[in-house]
T-cell receptor
Framework: EADIYQTPRYLVIGTGKKITLECSQTMGHDKMYWYQQDPGMELHLIHYSYGVNSTEKGDLSSESTVSRIRTEHFPLTLESARPSHTSQYLC?????????????FGEGSWLTVV | KNQVEQSPQSLIILEGKNCTLQCNYTVSPFSNLRWYKQDTGRGPVSLTIMTFSENTKSNGRYTATLDADTKQSSLHITASQLSDSASYICVVSDRGSTLGRLYFGRGTQLTVWP
């Protein structure tokens, strides 16, 4: 069982609101990722971090921002939500010391912007 | 263009039957290939990971095969159970970075009927 947690699991917010999706892992992993996934579609990388104070944009352009102040915490923020942001957001982590190179995913955060 | 294609898109089988899911990729250079199971509304869970030198790997009733020459992989599920109903995602990693960039397939939606 992976020790990576996302909150909230489900959220409905109005257009223009600011929202932060939380992601925490207790495995001491240095690498963390945020993916966006629409129903029936593949995962798209939107942000990643290889350690504290390290953040990079992923392949899919996103209006969200991330921060990595602590190893275990990788929150994603939308300053002004729009209906186009409606999607599932998945957080993941892994460790360079994991010989199996396993990537652990959180349960996901379903965001609906109305 | 690096891509991961999965087939079939969806599959319905009866409980107790076997099935095989396919994954073709064009990712190069190749590092490893993973199969994930994603239950509806949940995050993906790792089933297997195979490197270039591995031809087959099993995890309980799940057996994955890899042909790195033809760039094809399959996931065979034996004696299916109702709990196998999920999306099965093929993920291929290249060697472009410390971890390797990940390329996701769109998944095969498997439904097991009683």
């Amino acid at each position: 069982e992976a020790d990576i947690y996302q909150t909230p699991r489900y959220l409905v917010i109005g257009t223009g609101k600011k929202i932060t999706l939380e992601c925490s892992q207790t495995m001491g992993h240095d690498k963390m990722y945020w993916y966006q996934q629409d129903p029936g579609m593949e995962l798209h990388l939107i942000h990643y971090s290889y350690g504290v104070n390290s953040t990079e944009k992923g392949d899919l352009s996103s209006e969200s921002t991330v921060s990595r102040i602590r190893t275990e915490h990788f929150p994603l923020t939308l300053e002004s939500a729009r209906p186009s942001h409606t999607s599932q957001y998945l957080c993941a982590s892994t460790s360079k010391f994991d010989s199996g190179n396993t990537i652990y995913f959180g349960e996901g955060s379903w965001l609906t912007v109305v | 263009k690096n891509q991961v294609e999965q087939s079939p898109q969806s599959l319905i089988i009866l409980e107790g039957k076997n099935c095989t899911l396919q994954c073709n990729y064009t990712v190069s250079p190749f590092s490893n290939l993973r199969w994930y199971k994603q239950d509806t509304g949940r995050g993906p869970v790792s089933l297997t990971i195979m490197t270039f030198s591995e031809n087959t790997k099993s995890n309980g009733r799940y057996t994955a095969t890899l042909d790195a020459d033809t760039k094809q992989s399959s996931l065979h599920i034996t004696a299916s159970q109702l709990s196998d109903s999920a999306s099965y995602i093929c993920v291929v990693s290249d060697r472009g970075s410390t971890l390797g960039r990940l390329y996701f397939g769109r998944g095969t939606q498997l439904t097991v009927w009683p």
